[in-house]
């Protein structure tokens, strides 16, 4: 029995080292439970993350396909638009082209309206003066032939 004597303090000195290892297997064992729990939600996250930014960039990437499409269907309405006015300036230009040449061609011929008229009335101006001459009424046209009166030319009127 003197072996069993020795052996008794013993287990007393080894259940709270027993203990102490059961603690520190225990501490390890959460420890690398949480461990293992982060990488778990480390590696969800990162996979709902790459997900979510695919989702994202694809939207993103339609959403700018749909704004180039729109952007390109006004580029070409305005086009058109601009092609119109362009258009309707030609005509407009030509219209008042036409227009002003068409003036022009009346002045012109007004003009020589009143070209002619001029000359008429310069005619008629000769032939009232003669007439008036011929019947000695109305006033000398130039000054000479009143030069001519005062210098003793007494034709008078009816003479």
């Known amino acids: 029995m003197p072996a069993s004597s020795d052996a008794s303090p ?14 520190v297997l225990g501490v390890f064992a959460i420890i690398w439970n949480q461990q293992q729990t982060t990488d778990n939600l480390r590696t969800e996250l990162r996979a709902d993350i790459i997900r979510l930014e695919t989702e994202l960039r694809a939207e993103i990437s339609n959403e700018i396909d749909g704004l180039r499409t729109e952007m390109g269907e006004l ?18 230009r030509a219209e008042i082209s036409n227009e002003i040449d068409g003036l022009r061609t009346e002045m012109g011929e007004l003009r020589a309206e009143i070209g002619e008229l001029r000359v008429l009335v310069v005619e008629n101006g000769q032939r009232l003066a003669r007439i008036e001459g011929f019947l000695g009424i109305g006033i000398p046209d130039s000054a000479p032939q009143g030069d001519d009166r005062a210098a003793g030319d007494d034709r008078g009127p009816g003479g």
């Open 10 to 23: 013993r287990w007393p000195q080894l259940i709270p080292l027993a203990q102490l290892v059961a603690v």
């Open 75 to 92: 580029r070409s309405e305005i086009s058109n638009e601009i092609d119109g006015l362009r258009t309707e300036m030609g005509e407009l």
